[in-house]
């Protein structure tokens, strides 16, 4: 769905949802920034692959859960860009573990991550949406964040935080032609799951009813098509996206 020329930033963009979904708004002729916490061979290569397909792209890499790192790394993508018209908030992490033998490390680097790290990359971009009077944002939650899950309390914490934002937020920048949605996926083939006992995968995919995991390139899509001009009507919203996993 091809749209005019946009900047995106895309956070947590070197692998897995966040690299398709970087890839994605290239290949609809968008200028795409990606982000890292530092440059790695995967870094290096999504960008290398965005650059062929939308040469004035580029990288940025900084710590999401230090807010003065935030600060000077959005700092240097509103010099280069003036600034961004669609913010994908991506980046996260898991730290999976029963709520009784959880520690206050394992709760608050989930917290840091996947809630803080939002609220302080949109806190630095969305002035300059206000100031053009468009914009698009987006958050990955996740169908842990809407029905919960066995040994995630601090993940599904975090990503039900992210849709009380999300609903919030819409409210607050609707006036000023933006939209705000999260996107909620459910089991999705990445390096995210390298870690789950095939025994339980296999439990888990029999309760899809399409019986498989989805690919990242299928949640790009929804990310795409939630930033376009046909998307404007859409805000406020926590859109699943699980193969009728309930």
Known sequence: MKTKEKIVFVTGSSRGIGRAIALGFAREGNIVVTHASHPSPESKDVLRQIKRLSPKSNAVYFDI?????????????????????????????????????????????????NVYGAFFVTKQLLPGMIASGWGRIIFLSSISGQRGDFGQTNYSASKAALIGFTKSLAKEVARFGITVNAICPGLVDTEILKDVPTSYMETMIKQIPLGRKAQPEEIASLAVYLASPQAGYITGAAIPINGGWM
Request: aromatic residues 6%; proline residues 2%.
């Open 65 to 113: 859960t230090d807010p003065n790192a935030v600060a000077r790394g959005c700092a240097k993508v509103i010099s280069q860009f003036g600034h961004i018209d669609i913010l994908v908030n991506n980046a996260g992490i898991v730290r999976n573990v029963l709520f009784t033998k959880m520690s206050g490390e394992d709760w608050d680097i989930v917290m840091k991550t």
